[in-house]
């Protein structure tokens, strides 16, 4: 990698309306979620709307290829791994004082609280325009509430912070981050994953055809308030019912003694990582969102494509997506809500299939891509064009 000896800055100039732009995004990605989503999505659809784009991505290793590594690179997006153990903070700096001296992108998007803390200041020293995604806390305590606070703090230097919903928007000037500079860009449906035909999607995932089919997907961390769905799941006995789980995280094992504890047997398990699981929604004749907290759920475009019902907690940016019309909204933390609305699906699946197709509908046509990637050029030339 180049190192351009003793240059201070990267010079950015003020770029034309229409002419393309430099983008570097950094991010430290775990194997699938909805920060990983974006990503991918805002670098494939603006290098294929004709910008030069590229992923700087801290990973301990490449041995086993993360699959949105593999993704980017299969759609022609340049991709620099970063392959540092969790706590090499200066070596971590260095490769991206590297990276941005060799490429020198019009501007730097980092996203999550890693980047935003060490690296956006990297690109600041050079003289480049800052812009972060804030995807919404995971609320996980222990160290990294010590790393989402100082992530918060950091937010007062960039010259944008995007949130992905009123919710978020509406906590960032408690952090001190002038109004100016806060925007709201909801997430969009970026169809990666088409959903397969039914049997199609249960055949791969080895579930019987004739079965109700109950799905739950997400990171195994206590903001996606898995424990609740399994409490809700205890309450139904008059169901034959089967839950897939969907997704790893550090409650995995707590969650699979719950299951235990709560004698749920085989009508649950627990699934782990599966790739392009966008693709399965199909699979399920109900989708469980049973979150504390949410900024703009990828997982609801990717059940409303297959056409899925939903259920969901009335949190964050859930709301800003659907309705009483289109879905069966609950409380947050309530197991017996959450119960409830399974067994009116279930007796009434004519309807609980007419708010799917009208949530479909709905997200389709709010939730346009390219109106999405519209959003973030224009605050990506706003930085660029401000003093």
């Known amino acids: 990698m180049v190192i351009f000896g003793k240059v201070d800055k990267v010079e950015v100039r003020a770029i034309p309306k229409q002419a393309p732009l430099s983008i570097l995004h950094i991010v430290a990605p775990g194997w699938v979620g909805g920060c990983e989503r974006v990503v991918q999505g805002l670098a494939i659809g603006h290098r294929r709307r004709g910008h030069d784009v590229r992923v700087a991505a801290v990973v301990d290793s490449v041995d086993n290829k993360n699959p949105f590594i593999g993704s980017l690179e299969n759609n022609g997006v340049v991709v620099y791994p970063l392959i540092l153990p969790s706590r090499a903070y200066k070596a971590e700096r260095r490769s991206v004082r590297d990276i941005c001296l060799e490429y020198r992108p019009s501007v730097v998007h980092t996203h999550g609280y890693r980047p935003d803390v060490l690296d956006a200041s990297v690109a600041r020293s050079l003289g480049i325009p800052t812009v972060t995604t804030e995807h919404g806390a995971s609320k996980m305590g222990g160290k990294t509430r010590i790393y989402e606070w100082l992530q918060l703090k950091s937010f007062r230097k960039f010259d944008a912070v995007i949130a992905v919903s009123y919710a978020i928007a509406q906590t960032l000037p408690h952090s001190g981050v002038e109004p100016d500079r806060i925007h709201v860009i909801q997430n969009a449906w ?198």
């Not at 579930?207 to 996606?224: D, T």
């Not at 004519?350 to 519209?374: G, I, P, V, Y």
């Open 190 to 387: 970026m169809g990666t994953d088409a959903p397969l035909e039914r049997d199609a999607s249960r055949r791969l995932l080895g579930l019987p055809v004739n079965k109700f089919i109950i799905g739950w997907v997400g990171r195994l961390i206590p903001a996606k308030g898995c424990d609740v769905f399994l409490r809700a799941i205890a309450q139904i006995e008059d169901i034959p019912l089967q839950c897939i789980i969907i997704g790893d995280g550090p409650e995995r094992k707590s969650l699979e003694s719950l299951s235990n504890i709560l004698r749920l047997g085989d009508r649950v398990s627990f699934r782990g990582q599966v790739e392009e699981a966008g693709s399965l929604f199909s699979a399920f004749d109900l989708f469980v969102l049973s979150s504390h907290t949410e900024g703009t759920p990828i997982v609801l475009f990717e059940s409303g494509a297959a056409g899925v019902p939903v259920i969901a907690t009335r949190v964050g940016g859930v709301l800003d997506m659907l309705t009483d019309q289109n879905a069966y909204l609950v409380p947050s933390g309530d197991a017996s809500s959450i119960a409830g609305a399974i067994q009116n699906a279930y007796s009434d699946m004519e309807t609980a299939r007419q708010r799917a197709d009208n949530a479909k509908r709905h997200l389709s046509e709010r939730f346009s891509f390219d109106a999405w990637l519209e959003r973030y050029e224009e605050i990506y030339r706003l930085v660029l064009n401000q003093p």
